[in-house]
């Protein structure tokens, strides 16, 4: 057994220290409370900051939504993780079975036994929601027909011209009816944490129309840029894209868009700044024909990528113009998935006008 070196993670003002524990292939993640914060009162008559603990008549009770996907960190192997939480806390923890949505119930017979109880749940469920696969993005569609149109021409022309440039194919190539900006992704791991990201999406429609004034956006798509510091070892290739009168109503609207899905607790953030760019060539696209119909990274690892030399391609495409269009939506796009236009399935969207 392998126990590696404990982090500290804040719960509602509590820390608690995080132990992972490995054992053949099953990873455990055990948490200790850390005692109580300066402002934390010590009192028996503890309460939960997030859920509302009823009384009944034979003690105490409260409920909590978690997603399915998760039930089995909370049980941990061979039900030994919520074995624990039960002898820590002296409450009793009853966990739906496997694969149905429903609420875990912790009664107790002291108010506080109820209180520690979720908390420890809670810390469990954030700890383990951050290592989830994101499962649907917010995204600005590329694919206008134009720009469809001004993609074949440079994915034909860069065949044509950099074939025989090392790691250039055609199977690196983004499928053109899925052609978008990626402002920021989700895992939404059941069905009302999509119906809660799609209510928060239509809250931010009321600014896009202010910064747009009611209309939907001209941009161009024109020039290209790569992700990697070194041009002969590229991984993604992508277009830029900026507002046609030269304004920064885009970045201000992607901005926007990140600070309240993450204000909403949906949303991490990764950078300082929202990066927009169309990917046009991705080396995790590389010999897997389905990817871009999945719109996902197939079963290539990270550490399998090739990389191809974009040197001749930067030279000569730097300006190349993919096409000029009117945006007018941002949605909320599901991974993997493909609609009947060849774009990505749509839990929600918002209009600019």
């Known amino acids: 057994m ?10 509602n003002g509590r820390i608690y220290r995080r132990n992972i524990v490995k054992e053949e292939h099953y990873e455990e993640e055990d948490f200790s409370y850390m005692g109580p914060s300066e402002s934390e009162a010590l009192e028996e008559d503890e309460t939960c900051d997030t859920h509302f603990i009823e009384q009944t008549d034979k003690g105490y009770r409260c409920a909590i939504d978690v997603p399915s996907v ?6 941990g192997k061979k039900g030994e993780t919520r074995r624990r939480l039960e002898f820590d806390t002296k409450a009793s923890i009853s966990i739906p079975k496997q694969g149905i949505e429903g609420q875990i119930v912790i009664t107790a017979a002291q108010k506080a036994a109820v209180s520690s109880a979720v908390t420890r749940v809670e810390v469990l469920v954030e700890s383990f929601r951050k290592k989830q696969p994101f499962t649907h993005f917010l995204s600005l569609p590329l694919n206008d027909s134009k720009v469809q149109e001004g993609f074949q021409t440079f994915k034909d022309e860069v065949l044509r011209q950099c074939s025989q440039v090392h790691g250039v194919e055609e199977s690196i190539f983004q499928n053109p009816a899925k052609l978008h900006l990626t402002i920021g992704t989700l895992a ?12 928060r999406l239509q809250e931010c429609q009321s600014f896009i129309r202010d910064i747009t004034e009611g209309k939907p956006l001209p941009l161009e798509v024109t020039g290209i840029e790569y992700m990697n510091d070194d041009p002969a070892m590229v991984d993604v290739l992508y277009a830029k894209v900026g507002v046609k009168d030269g304004s920064d109503r885009l970045q201000v609207i992607a901005e926007r868009l990140v600070e309240h ?6 949303m991490v953030r990764e950078w300082d700044r929202v990066k927009l760019h169309g990917t046009v060539m991705n080396t995790l696209f590389r010999k897997d024909t389905t990817v871009e119909n999945r ?12 990389a191809f030399d974009a040197r001749n391609i930067l030279k000569k495409f730097a300006n190349y113009s993919f096409g000029e269009f009117e945006l007018n939506t941002v949605q909320l796009s599901q991974r993997y998935s493909t609609d009947c236009t060849g774009y990505y399935s749509s839990a929600g969207s918002i209009s600019f006008s």
Request: aromatic fraction near 6%.
């Open 2 to 11: 392998d126990v590696l070196r404990p982090s500290l993670i804040n719960v």
């Open 188 to 199: 939404l791991l059941n069905d009302a944490e999509v119906r809660k990201a799609c209510e």
């Open 295 to 306: 719109g996902g990274a197939g079963k290539q690892a990270t550490s399998e990528r090739e």
């Open 261 to 266: 899905f993450v204000s909403a607790g949906l």
């Open 70 to 75: 998760l039930y089995k960190y909370i049980i």
